[in-house]
């Protein structure tokens, strides 16, 4: 007589789908996770190992190595790219239990689809982004119209009395026309699928290597203080958190006037990632604090007013935070606050 219940109906019948592995080898699995991956039938499964079928770019995150490791934790919800039947990635999170099956170790594991999700989660994004540059419009309009009418005005006089200096404002607004689309870069890129794992004080290393050509000109000495750390992981978009710590050291490089001193401090606690950008330049007015990171709010002659505006909403999409502290004539300290990355799904061996 045998002492087990065969419990594979609620495995068939289950909307979500699923599988049965041992040491990451396909046992068995249901029509819905066949359905899921567009193939059909399960036998194109069975007996396959897993990691065939999760994608290369997410298999680095550990999933495989503790679905087949079954040290008998379970795996939470994970998102994961799988590679369906036709060669595409599907978007989806996987979690996984272990499970004792006459005297074997077994991993059930639950796959759920999270394109519509993602599909939905960009929309949002891009809507976002749509109804900003919406608010913006008006004011990028008037930014550009004044280089250009002072453009064509020069080009006009140019005409009867050529003179190089004339030429010079020119460019001079040119330059000015550049910089405002350059910050707004950000917003046309279609935005990147995912926001993925990066290692956040690698990012500062860069920006604030990046910044040494101009800081070195300027006469302003770049200091980097951080832990013992290597690696601290967050989930976000490299790119445009490298572009708001250059947007950052940068505005603290043009507050400085003489014997100039940046400090990047990086530190972290349980939860978040610190990351503060102090300068000992003019600092900002009391009565103009409120204004910072208001869209072309500037008080550069050459300023565009964009790149704090653009900062902060990079750092609001990050789900982080940013504050500014600053003391006129003494200095100015920018504090970003992000999201750890939940990294304790990932190392379950030792
Ligand atoms: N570190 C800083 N020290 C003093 N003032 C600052 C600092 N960072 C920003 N500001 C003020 O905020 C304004 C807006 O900055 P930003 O959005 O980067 O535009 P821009 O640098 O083109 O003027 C600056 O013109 C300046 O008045
Ligand atoms: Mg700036």
């Known amino acids: 007589m045998t002492n087990h219940v065969d419990f594979s109906h609620l495995i068939d019948d289950s909307r979500d789908a ?24 399960a036998k194109e499964i069975l007996g396959r190992d897993i990691s065939g079928l ?8 550990g999933l495989v190595h503790d679905l087949r490791a ?21 978007d989806v999170e996987i979690m996984g239990a272990p499970f004792l099956h006459v005297r074997e170790v077994l991993v059930l594991a639950i796959i759920r689809d999270l394109s519509a999700a993602k599909k939905s989660e960009e929309l949002l994004r891009q809507s976002e982004k749509l109804s900003l540059i919406g608010e913006l419009a008006s004011g990028i309009v008037h930014e550009i119209r004044n280089p250009l009418t002072a453009m064509k005005g020069f080009l006009q006089l140019m005409k009867s009395h050529p003179k190089p200096e004339y030429l010079d404002i020119v460019m001079r607004e040119l330059k000015q026309i550049e910089e405002i689309a350059n910050e ?27 910044s040494g050509a101009e800081s070195f000109k300027r006469n302003v000495k770049v200091e ?3 832990g ?29 006037t003489t014997d100039g001193k940046i400090k990047v401090h990086i530190s972290k606690d349980d939860h978040q990632v610190y990351i503060h950008i102090s300068d000992n330049g003019g600092g900002i007015p009391k009565d103009q604090l409120d204004k910072i990171g208001k869209s072309f709010y500037t008080s550069k002659e050459q300023g565009t007013g964009l790149g704090l505006m653009v900062s902060f909403n990079i750092i609001k999409s990050h789900n ?15 504090k970003i606050t992000l999201p750890l990355a939940n990294e304790e799904a990932l190392p379950l061996l030792p």
């Open 224 to 226: 980097f203080y951080h």
């Open 18 to 41: 699923q599988v049965v592995m041992k040491s990451g080898n396909i046992l068995y699995t249901n029509q819905a996770f066949i359905d899921l991956l567009g193939f059909q039938e």
């Open 54 to 61: 999760i994608h290369p770019s997410s298999q680095k995150e």
């Open 228 to 256: 013992d750390e290597c690696d601290i992981g967050i989930i976000g978009n490299k790119t445009q958190l490298k572009q708001v710590l250059l947007n950052l050291i940068k505005n603290g490089l043009e507050a400085i």
């Open 184 to 210: 707004l870069l950000h917003f046309s890129k279609p935005a990147e699928q995912h926001l993925t794992r990066q290692n956040i004080l690698a990012i500062v290393k860069e920006a604030v290597n990046f």
């Open 320 to 334: 982080g935070s940013i504050d500014v502290e600053s003391e006129e004539n003494l200095g100015t300290t920018f």
């Open 70 to 90: 079954m040290c008998g934790k379970i795996v939470p919800f994970n998102e994961q790219k799988l590679i369906s039947a036709d060669g595409s990635i599907l």
